[in-house]
C-alpha cells in the first residue's frame, strides 16, 4: 500500500466502526489490521497501524515486512520488543489472508477486491474508568463486534452468524479470552505508552482561526470558520448569531492531521443576507483553558466600512495639516519678497496647494 492509499483507509474504519474521538485529559490506543484479497489493488495484502491518541505510533504491511515505530518516543520499547512483533505479524499474514477468503466464500464472492477490517483497542479516561472494543467491517459495513460485557461476539450481519457462533462455543469462548486482553494487557501497555510520550501527548497548542462568508445567492450567504494549527485533537466549534444563539452547521468536515502534528477542522453555515444580525465562530479548546476564542465574521457592506471612513477621516485631517503648515510658512516669508512680485508668487503658491 502506498502512504497516501493506507492514509485514505483510516478515517475509512473510523466512520464505519463509529469510533470517537475522547476527552483532551483521556488517552486511547487502538490497532487497525487490515486484509485485502487482491494483491493488485495497489494496497498490501495485510497491514497493521498502531494509534495513539490518533497519533500513529506503529506500522506493518506485507511490503516492508517490518513492525516499524513511527515516532521517536516509542523506540523506548528497545529493540527486542521490535523483533519479537515483527515475527507475530509475519505469522499472521497468511492467517488473515485465509480469512478473508473465507469473508468472500460466506458473501458468495469468487472475485474483485475485498477488504476485511479488525479494530481493537482501549482507553483510560481521565477519571480513571476504562474501555476496550473490538470489532470487524467487511467492505465497508460493520461486519461484528465483541460484546465487552458479556464476553461474547455480536453479529451485525446475516454473513457473521457462523464465526460469532464458532468463537462463542463453549470450547473456543475467544470472546472471553479478548475481553481479558482489553480489560488488563491492553489497559497496562496503554500506561506504559502515555509515560514514554507524555510530552508529546500532553503538549497544548493554541487554534488559528480564519472566517469568511460567500453570498450563494440574493438571500442567502455561507459562511466558514476554518480552525487550525491546534493541538490535542478534541475541539468544539460552533456559529453563534448575535453572540447567543447556536446555528446548526449544515457541513462539517473532519478533523484532520497536519505535518507538525496539528489538527484542523472547518464548519460551514448557511445564513439570511440581511442586516442587522451579527455572527462569530466560538472555539472551545484544551489550550485556551476557560477562554472561549471568538472571532466575528465582518460583512462587506454596500457603502464604506468603518475602517474606510475612518482612515479616510485620518486622511483628511493629515492634509488639512500641511495645507496650514504651507499657508503658514507662506505668511512667514512674504514681508521678504518685493511688492511687485506678490502677485506672481500667490499664484504660484496657490498652485501647489491645489495639487
Known amino acids: 500500500m502506498t502512504a497516501g492509499r493506507m492514509k485514505m483507509m483510516i478515517p475509512l474504519i ?15 490506543m487502538r490497532y487497525y489490521i487490515t486484509g485485502v484479497s487482491s494483491p493488485g489493488s495497489g494496497l498490501p495484502v495485510y497491514s497493521v497501524v498502531g494509534y495513539l491518541d490518533d497519533k500513529e505510533i506503529t506500522n506493518y504491511n506485507s511490503d516492508t515486512r517490518q513492525y516499524l515505530p513511527k515516532t521517536e518516543w516509542i523506540k523506548k520499547l528497545g529493540s527486542d520488543y521490535w523483533e519479537e512483533e515483527t515475527q507475530k505479524d509475519r505469522s499472521a499474514e497468511p492467517f488473515y489472508k485465509r480469512n478473508v477468503q473465507t469473508a468472500m466464500r460466506r458473501f458468495n464472492q469468487t472475485g474483485g477486491t475485498h477488504i476485511l477490517q479488525r479494530m ?8 480513571g474508568t476504562t474501555e476496550g472494543y473490538q470489532q470487524y467491517g467487511y467492505d ?6 465483541l460484546d465487552t460485557q458479556r464476553g461474547i461476539y455480536i453479529p451485525t450481519m446475516n454473513e457473521a452468524q457462523v464465526t460469532t457462533e464458532r468463537w462463542n462455543s463453549p470450547d473456543i469462548r475467544l470472546g472471553k479470552k479478548d475481553q481479558d486482553y482489553l480489560d488488563n494487557v491492553c489497559i497496562e501497555f496503554l500506561r506504559k505508552l502515555i509515560e514514554y510520550g507524555r510530552e508529546d501527548l500532553e503538549k497544548r497548542v493554541r487554534p488559528e482561526v480564519k472566517v469568511w462568508g460567500h453570498r450563494q445567492s440574493d438571500d442567502v450567504t455561507r459562511l466558514q470558520c476554518l480552525v487550525y494549527g491546534f493541538h490535542p485533537r478534541p475541539v468544539d466549534v460552533k456559529w453563534m448569531r448575535n453572540g447567543e444563539d447556536q446555528l446548526p452547521s449544515d457541513e462539517m468536515s473532519p478533523i484532520l492531521p497536519h ?9 460551514s453555515v448557511e445564513v439570511p ?4 444580525d451579527t455572527y462569530s465562530c466560538h472555539v ?5 483553558k476557560d477562554e472561549t476564542l471568538r472571532v466575528i465574521w465582518d460583512p462587506p457592506g454596500n457603502g ?9 477621516v485620518i486622511g483628511i485631517i493629515a492634509l488639512l495639516a500641511v495645507v496650514i503648515a504651507v499657508v503658514y510658512w507662506i ?9 511687485t512680485n506678490t502677485s506672481d508668487t500667490s499664484s504660484d503658491y496657490s498652485k501647489e496647494v491645489k495639487a
Open 259 to 267: 505535518p507538525d502534528g496539528t489538527y484542523q477542522i472547518r464548519v
Open 140 to 145: 465497508g459495513r460493520d461486519f461484528m463486534s
Open 304 to 312: 464604506l466600512s468603518l475602517g474606510v471612513i475612518i482612515g479616510a
Open 331 to 339: 505668511k512667514k516669508n512674504q514681508a521678504g519678497y518685493k511688492s
Open 120 to 127: 481493537y483497542g482501549c482507553e483510560l479516561r481521565d477519571d
Open 284 to 288: 472551545d479548546h484544551s489550550s485556551l
Open 273 to 276: 443576507t440581511k442586516e442587522g
Open 14 to 28: 473510523l466512520i464505519i466502526l463509529g469510533v470517537s474521538g475522547v476527552e483532551c485529559d483521556s488517552h486511547s
